[in-house]
């Protein structure tokens, strides 16, 4: 076939190039949809150029899938996968399909046309009968502009798209986290019976503990220390869900069985995903010294007394949003000897590993205790904390969501 192009084909085919290229670009300028978009090339290599087969990959989401298939006969390319030995050599170049070592299903191909974009490969066209109207050299050269127009105009959908919902979960982290620090007291106990401190170090910017103490009258107030599954905004708003049931329940001056039974129910039915709530709940009399508790599938509090002797927290119930009833619920008392400390926690304290890929866990922190149990709160909690990210094997980096809530009983 010869080279040579009479120059009244020659502009001829120059108009059906500008015609295509006019299609594709109203096409983007009035914002069609990318399906539209592949339709519309379709239609103008077909009408236009004269194309008579074409088959077109993209890579969206890290998967190749095949979006338009048109002049193949019997074969679909939508359900044949992009050969591994394209993406093995991973050609940036047009290449002939003869040359590629391809199954019989692909011989009807001529071309393959890599398309990139900043660097990276983000589809291939292939297509047939290229020789017909001009010579091969300017019909590869076209349809590679034209393809990186297409290309880059769904690229850019998708990184706008990308941006939009980056923008939107930046917003919803920012209103979860101050909803959550909504849920936590702003100021905590400290008197001539009784000091409180609590820390908290989340995992990631939106974490899924939660603690609380709440007055309930001159001598009476509940603590609470509890961690959801899950992390997120999802675990954001079923501890915003949790903290306001607790807190009605004891505006309502409910007892603690009532308060932990409620809360299991009201956990229960707005719980998405087999999501859970673990918590310790504890209620200090001031004048009597009882504190009452109930864990529900916590860790064991430590009640750590003046002659370091020490009792682990660990009666009460399941975790909270399995079982739509309870099966068991037992109501601890204990009487709290004076200078008494009483540290909870949530297992991101204790499920910290060293090189020996050792668990730092519950005798760690007792350890620690039973040195420094009589340095003021804030101290306490940061020492430990400096104790633990030594301890840790990754350094300052936890797998989990901290928090520390510690009683010194006067």
């Known amino acids: 076939m010869s080279n040579y192009i009479s120059p ?20 983007i300028t009035l914002d069609s949809p990318e399906a539209a978009l592949y339709k519309i090339f379709q239609f103008t290599l077909l009408g236009q150029l004269n194309i008579r087969r074409m088959v077109l990959y993209v890579k969206e989401e890290g998967q190749w899938q095949c979006v338009v298939s048109f002049g193949g006969g019997l074969v679909d390319f939508h359900r044949l996968p992009l050969p591994d030995h394209i993406l093995a050599h991973s050609p940036t170049q047009p290449v002939p399909v003869a040359d590629l070592g391809l199954g019989e299903e692909w011989h009807q191909l001529e071309l393959l046309i890599p398309v990139q974009h900043r660097g990276e490969t983000l589809a291939y066209v292939l297509i047939g009968n290229v020789h017909d109207d001009y010579v091969p050299e300017e019909a590869t050269k076209f349809l590679e502009t034209l393809s990186n127009i297409l290309i880059g105009a769904v690229e850019n959908r998708r990184l706008g798209r990308q941006r939009v919902a980056a923008a939107a979960m930046r917003k919803e982290i920012e209103i979860a986290q101050e909803v959550q620090t909504m849920l936590f007291p702003r100021s905590l106990p400290n008197d001539e019976d009784v000091a409180v401190h609590a820390s908290y170090v989340p995992h990631t910017a939106i974490g899924g503990d939660y603690y609380d103490v ?34 009605t329940l004891l505006r309502q001056q409910a007892d603690l069985a009532t308060i932990v039974a409620e809360l299991n129910n009201l956990i229960y039915r707005n719980a998405v995903s087999e999501k859970f ?15 009452e508790y109930v864990n529900a599938g916590h860790n064991s509090p430590i009640l750590l007394c003046d002659d370091h002797h020490h009792e682990l927290l660990a009666d009460g119930t399941t975790m909270l949003g399995i079982f739509e009833e309870l099966p068991f619920l037992k109501v601890q008392q204990t009487k709290v000897p004076p200078r008494s400390l009483l540290l909870t926690y949530t297992d991101g304290l204790t499920e910290v590993f060293d090189q020996e890929v050792e668990e730092f866990g519950e005798e760690g922190v007792l350890n620690f205790l039973r040195r420094s149990r009589y340095v003021p709160l804030p101290t306490l909690h940061r020492e430990l904390l400096q104790e633990i990210e ?21």
Do not use: W
Request: glycine content about 6%.
């Open 8 to 27: 009244e084909k020659r502009l001829f085919l120059k108009e059906r190039e500008l015609g295509a290229l006019l299609e594709i670009t109203q096409a």
């Open 214 to 247: 709440v007055p309930i009258n001159k001598e009476r107030f509940l603590f609470c220390v509890a961690d959801v599954s899950g992390k997120g905004v999802p675990a954001s708003l079923l501890m915003s869900n949790f903290q306001a049931g607790l807190r």
């Open 390 to 410: 030594t301890y840790n094997s990754e350094g300052s980096h936890f797998a989990d969501d901290i928090t520390i809530l510690t009683c010194r009983f006067k």
């Open 277 to 291: 709530i673990t918590a310790f709940f504890g209620i200090y009399n001031r004048t009597t010294r009882e504190l």
